[in-house]
């Protein structure tokens, strides 16, 4: 098994599971705010299911976007694309990953130093639990980190010409 084999695989896997727990926090979600519901109409409205619902949906915008890079269902512009050969697409595709590489670099450059100032000061959100702040920042480190490696695998797929779908490659 090659290792740019095992590196797309690896990061598909992660990816996918990461994709997993994102889909049962919007399950909690749902949950989360039905149960509001119900206690608002039984005149008993809690304090927590909003800022909790809120969370969860940032974690869940992070943890799947790269397994919708995987699973090639980014927003894409069909009518300039499918006027292109092959090979100037496959040209496009790779620089928009290229980019896409480059701008999460940034953001996650950017996030890492926020959430050690989030930690260094102890700050907390303004609510009533009072949640350290860095739990919520460091959904973007992660997400863009997700993203990254999921941008590598692509390239590494693009430039072989290779899905990497089949084990015995």
Same mark, same amino acid.
């Given at each position: ?77 069909? @009518?300039?694309?499918? &006027? =292109? $050969?092959? +090979? /100037?697409?496959?040209?496009? !595709?790779?620089?928009?990953? #290229?980019? %896409? ?10 996030? @890492?130093?926020?959430? &050690? =100032? $989030?930690? +260094? /000061?102890?700050?907390?959100? !303004?609510?009533?639990?009072? #949640?350290? %702040? ?36």
């Amino acid at each position: 098994m090659s290792l740019l084999y095992r590196f797309v695989s690896f990061a598909d896997r992660v990816n996918r599971y990461a994709a997993i727990v994102a889909a049962w926090a919007f399950v909690a979600i749902g949950f989360f705010v039905a149960y509001e519901v119900v206690m608002r109409k039984l005149g008993l409205p809690t304090t927590w299911t909003e800022e909790v619902s809120q969370i969860a949906q940032i974690w869940c915008i992070y943890l799947g976007a790269a397994y919708v890079l995987q699973t090639h269902h980014m927003i894409t512009v069909d @009518i300039i694309g499918d &006027r =292109f $050969s092959q +090979k /100037l697409r496959k040209a496009l !595709d790779l620089f928009a990953l #290229l980019v %896409i590489t480059g701008f999460s670099s940034i953001v996650l450059f950017q996030n @890492i130093k926020e959430v &050690r =100032f $989030s930690l +260094k /000061l102890g700050v907390n959100t !303004d609510t009533i639990l009072a #949640l350290p %702040i860095w739990s919520i920042q460091i959904s973007l480190s992660i997400g863009f980190a997700l993203l990254i490696l999921q941008a590598l695998a692509e390239m590494v797929k693009n430039l072989s010409g290779n899905s990497f779908n089949d084990p015995s490659q």
